[in-house]
């Protein structure tokens, strides 16, 4: 470096020298500076951004040790072909691969176009920001106004999760139905989240249709379901709140026999409140290693943020976590999906169907369990089990076989009404001993 800034000396030196002979030959000529002229009243100046200067004339005034210095702060032709080669080594990795432009592409939603739902809630509030008197073409709610309403008061906290409708005075709200006015055509139907499901799950895998069981997951016996890729579970967490369903004590949850369903394979356990803490030392005890968290941000029925949720002991809790753990080396698509769900609340306990479709574009095609499910949460290519499902319906043989001879060897025996006859030794016996 100290051999490049002294050949770059050596080249402004000579520079200097051509502009010196140049100004002695006449050929540049350097103007006076301007003289200051009286003036009758003062003036405030105007500022103007100062010119950029020639870089001769910067050199020029800069004596030999500045230009060395400056020469030597400058990166060295090999810096800054490293620097070059660097950058557009940075950038071939930034770039997807070939496999990951097919995995989104063949991950994406084909079901249609989506649907929006108007800022403005209601129809008339459309027409009434537009200045209109045509709204626009997404979708709009109607007030429900009863004898029993005060409109004075507003919408309800809880719109149409709230469990005294029928006497609640405030506001409630319903989607309209009609189309908006002067469209002949209804609104577009979505396809249905598992028909999403599986468009974007590989078509060469078959999807099996929706089983469940019936049963105490406490006293099942997980083993006879077999292995899967992905595990979905909700306990009943004891959040020391009065809930309208059964709880699980701390122990029961630690000693569920979890880590026998999956070799390789994700868990996603969804938790809330103190739940949070234990629900990582389960997974731990299972045998997994956690990952990251998936965050599920609550809005109501006219798409805000729910402000007065009925959980939290000090704080209102909008939102909810699922802990995503890892065990093995299961083969997924990752980087398609983001950690943040946003999706209105609905029944107690159940969650967004949004969670169905990015598990199966996270590993479309592959065998899903559900533990701790209600009849709202079966879908096409899982198994849920819980307590609250109507009946069992099993597809595949080898499984409903299996659980089958489980059942059978868990009934107790029935003792034979029939007694053994003595033999005519032991009948002379007991005559002998009851002359006795």
Known sequence: RMQEAQLELAQVQRMRQRISARIAGGSLVSLPPPQATKRSAPVAPVREPPAKRPVREVLLECTDEQIIEQL?????????EQEKLGSEIMELLCKPTAKKKSVIEKCKYKGGRFTE???????????RASQSSISCPKIHFRRIIKPHTDISLGDCSYLDTCRRMDTCKFVHYEIEPLPPPGCTTALPQLPSLATASATAADETVAVLEPQWINCDIRRFHLPLLGK??????DPPWDIHMELNYGTMNDEEIRSLDIQCLQDDGLLFLWV??????????????????LLEELIWVKTNQLQRIIRTGRTGHWLNHSKEHCLVAIKGHPKVNTCIDCDVLVSEVRETSRKPDEVYGMLERLSPGTRKLELFGRQHNVNPGWITLGNQLENSRIVDKQLAANIAAWEAAQQPQPQS?????????????????RAT
């Open 417 to 433: 009404q029939l007694q053994q006859k003595p033999a005519d030794g032991d009948r002379e016996g007991a005559h002998h001993s």
């Open 72 to 80: 030597l702060c400058k990166p060295s032709a090999k810096e800054r």
């Open 272 to 289: 809330t409140g103190r739940a949070m803490e234990l629900g990582r030392e389960a997974v731990r005890v299972w045998g997994y290693k």
């Open 117 to 127: 739902f108007c800022e403005h809630i209601t129809r008339e509030d459309c027409q």
């Open 228 to 233: 899967f890729s992905v595990v979905m579970a």
